[in-house]
């Protein structure tokens, strides 16, 4: 059996005619993820760069709650009666 040397194209997209339904067809055989698109109209590619992002947001978002939180070492709290004093420590 001989070997046969091919070339992978890809990203490429070709229309066919489709005359039953009167409409042009676009079709890839190798796909990449440029090629793969979302409901929404997003490529794979894009998607992914979206969601790396809002990770990226979350996280920042987080580390600002938890840099903003007081530490309960650093309060003081001190019960004069029914009132309740809470100082912060520097």
């Given at each position: 059996m001989a070997t046969v040397e091919e070339?992978?194209?890809t990203g490429r997209?070709?229309?066919i005619w489709d005359a039953v339904n009167n409409i042009w067809?676009?079709?890839s055989y190798w796909t990449k993820s440029?090629?793969?698109e979302f409901n929404?109209?997003?490529n794979a590619?894009?998607?992914i760069s979206q969601i790396n992002t809002n990770i990226a947001t979350a996280n920042t978002n987080i580390t600002n709650l938890d840099?903003?939180?007081i530490n309960k070492s650093a309060l003081t709290f001190?019960?004069?009666g029914n009132d309740l004093y809470i100082t912060k420590n520097y």
């Open positions: 070339l992978q194209v997209k070709f229309r067809k676009r079709i440029t090629d793969v929404d109209g997003v590619e894009d998607k840099n903003n939180k001190t019960l004069s």
